[in-house]
């Protein structure tokens, strides 16, 4: 059987087909460092599993051509009647090219997986959960794309088969991603059915369990399918080609059709705290941001002990991630994970940890307090560290000038004011309250 696999190998365009998958796919990945965006996967293996998924947009029309192509070739080279004559079943004499589609698509996309390795390895954190599932799954969406190609192209012996099948279901993919795009207030729903991920994920998050299952039946029902499409030669036996797909279908509906915080929930492994041991004032980070963590220890304890010019200032500081749903301790000062990009100045940092005086931006872009709150966040964490603007910040125009009077309006208070307008405006963010009105300092205050 394996002399007849490599025989297979070399005469089928399968070996192109992968060898294309693993082309686009690769090209796909690195092609975002142009601009300076492969943090969308390198951060994490799960970013990368996912964002593997979201590149079948392309990879699996591409399969599904390769596969109509692939089940075209004895016509095309006018063996077809002669190898009719042969006394082993047409369906043994097939199975090898079904084996070797499969296997060439599967190994095209996990060279894309071991191209972009090298750089999830030195700067993932945390690896996440369930991205080898999450890669499992990309490959069965993948083969059963090819299988599928080859059974249309049975069923189709025309020579324009292949384009038609790829180009048509690319616009059928790219139509569906907008009939099926999820909001804010509505299920993912049929989104889930499609070979990809219309959307990448966070380093906090995770393809639930449930979601993959259902994926699994649904393209392994689909790949069945396809398989006896292409194997089968009576008309009667073809019919039953739908019974996988309806089967996977039935099965993966209720997996699938969830909300979207189920369908992609918090990992708690990722989110889980990882922290300092020395003897200094403790500093926490996300167990995805773990590799972080020693260049945070110096700027936190900076914006610590600049903290202690409040009363009952905070001991320890710790990253956030939005939406955490946990009240602020008095006692911690908080960091929003969307501040621990890499900055060369550790200045910078202290001054985003002082920010609210040490507690995270609660208003969100579309309030209307939401400039207000900014700049008296701004004045607070410009009080704390000393000096007005506070590193990292560049403002220009109206805004800069904004500011600039609120900090001379404030800086003119008397200092015990001061104090204890700056200790209101942490107080207000500990419970996500309106600093804007804790400072008094604006256009409107």
Request: net charge neutral; charged share 15%; glycine share 10%.
């Amino acid at each position: 059987m394996t002399r007849i696999l490599r025989i297979e190998l070399r005469r089928c365009g399968a070996l192109l087909t992968g060898a294309a998958t693993a082309a686009i796919g690769v090209a796909g990945l690195y092609v975002l460092a142009l601009t300076g965006q492969t943090d969308l996967w390198d951060q994490q293996w799960n970013l990368l599993a996912v964002f593997q998924r979201i590149m079948l947009v392309i990879l699996w029309p591409l399969a599904l051509a390769g596969g109509a192509w692939q089940a075209g070739r004895d016509r095309r080279n006018r063996i077809e009647e002669l190898l009719g004559t042969t006394p082993a079943p047409r369906w043994r004499r097939m199975q090898p090219s079904a084996v070797v589609t499969a296997a060439c698509l599967a190994g095209g996309y996990l060279v894309v997986l071991a191209a972009g390795a090298p750089k999830v390895a030195v700067a993932a954190g945390h690896p996440g959960s369930g991205w080898p599932v999450v890669t499992l799954v990309g490959v069965l969406t993948l083969v059963a794309a090819g299988w599928l190609g080859l059974g249309v192209g049975r069923l189709l012996p025309h020579p324009y088969t292949p384009a038609v099948a790829g180009v048509g279901s690319l616009a059928a993919l790219l139509a569906a991603i907008e009939a099926t795009r999820p909001s804010e207030v509505t299920d993912p729903g049929a989104a889930l059915l499609l070979p990809f991920f219309t959307n990448t994920i966070s380093e906090f998050e995770m393809v639930a369990g449930s979601v993959s299952a259902g994926q699994a039946w649904w393209f392994g029902g689909l790949a069945a399918g396809g398989l006896v499409l292409y194997l089968a030669t009576n008309p009667l036996v073809r019919l039953l080609a739908v019974v996988p797909p309806a089967l996977g279908l039935v099965l993966a509906a209720p997996m699938l059709t969830v909300p979207l915080e189920r369908a992609f929930p918090v990992d708690p492994a990722a989110v889980a705290e990882v922290c300092t041991t020395d003897d200094g004032p403790r500093v926490c980070v996300t167990a995805a941001h773990s590799r972080q963590l020693p260049a945070l220890v110096a700027p936190a304890r900076d914006a610590l002990r600049l903290l202690a010019k409040l009363p009952d200032p905070p001991v320890s500081v710790h990253e956030v991630v939005p939406d955490s749903g946990r009240a602020q301790p008095a006692t911690e000062a908080w960091v929003d994970s969307g501040n621990l990009g890499p900055t060369r100045d550790p200045a910078d940092v202290t001054a985003r940890i002082l920010a609210g005086a040490g507690t995270p931006l609660c208003v969100r872009a579309d309030d209307d307090a939401y400039l207000d709150v900014l700049r008296a966040r701004s004045v607070a964490a410009a009080w704390l560290y000393g000096s007005h603007p506070v590193p990292g910040q560049t403002l220009f125009g109206d805004e800069q000038a904004v500011r600039d009077g609120m900090w001379e309006t404030f800086t003119a208070l008397p200092a015990d004011e001061q104090v204890r307008r700056v200790a209101a405006v942490r107080t207000a963010g500990l419970t996500c309250g309106d600093q804007a009105a804790a400072l008094g300092i604006g256009a409107d205050r």
